[in-house]
């Protein structure tokens, strides 16, 4: 190759280099944006702590980014809001860059109801006592005392209705609200049932008694004697 050629091909070669050169030099300007405005914003491994309220957007921008590579943008420690991951891939040619990100709220975990005890307190210590109509539990104390029976693990999410019956007492209904892990006392004094009007009869007649026996004879002839001599009796 002669002097001519072998220049042209050094000059071509450092021409190439210095385009290859100033393609890896291109950089990318990032601007972050992201809904609610709180958290760490970053890219690859620098990080920016976010400021303010969980309101609004956040703006956040990094420099010198290089161009033509992938890169990974992050958004992490935002309360009540899940963190976020996305791979994206720069503009080799160092044009500015701009990414919109909206986090999604972590599901709300609803806690299970808390429990509690109800203690019923009856007097007279007698009836059935019955927990949403549907627990029931009967006496068989004495009427003149006062007996007490529990339920357990009992929801405190939602009001319950506490039922007391009793031979020859007024029913009695209450309903009560229970603190978790506590004992709820109820007192329930029944009242005795109104008493029941009963329906007069009439007194029956009685029939007429006939006479037997010797007294009853006499009469009979007697007044057979009458018949023949006053009146005359015809058949």
């Keep these: 190759m002669s002097f001519t050629g072998r220049f042209r091909t050094a000059i071509l070669i450092f021409a190439l280099l210095t385009l290859a050169a100033t393609a890896v030099a291109e950089t990318n300007t990032v601007q972050i944006f992201v809904y609610p405005k709180s958290g760490t914003v970053c890219l690859d491994t620098l990080c920016q702590v976010g400021q303010g309220a969980l309101s609004g957007y956040s703006s956040t921008k990094f420099e010198g980014v290089t161009g033509g590579q992938d890169h990974t943008i992050r958004v992490i420690d935002t309360d009540g809001y899940q963190d976020y991951s996305e791979q994206v891939s720069m503009d080799p040619s160092g044009h500015p860059m701009t990414f919109r990100i909206y986090l999604e709220q972590i599901p709300v975990q609803t806690a299970p ?123």
């Design 113 to 235: 109801p808390g429990t509690g005890t109800i203690q019923v307190l009856v007097s007279p210590g007698l009836g059935q006592v019955c927990l949403d109509a549907k627990e029931c539990e009967s006496s068989v104390g004495e009427v003149s005392t006062t007996w007490s029976m529990q339920f357990s693990d009992v929801p405190t999410d939602t009001a319950h209705t506490i039922t007391v019956t009793a031979d020859g007492y007024q029913s009695s209904t209450q309903q009560i609200t229970i603190q978790p892990g506590q004992v709820n006392e109820v007192e329930i004094t029944l009242q005795p049932a109104a008493p029941v009007t009963g329906t007069t009869q009439a007194p029956v007649a009685s029939p007429p008694v006939t006479r037997s026996g010797p007294d009853g004879y006499v009469a009979i002839l007697a007044a057979g004697i009458g018949c023949v001599l006053f009146t005359g009796c015809r058949t």
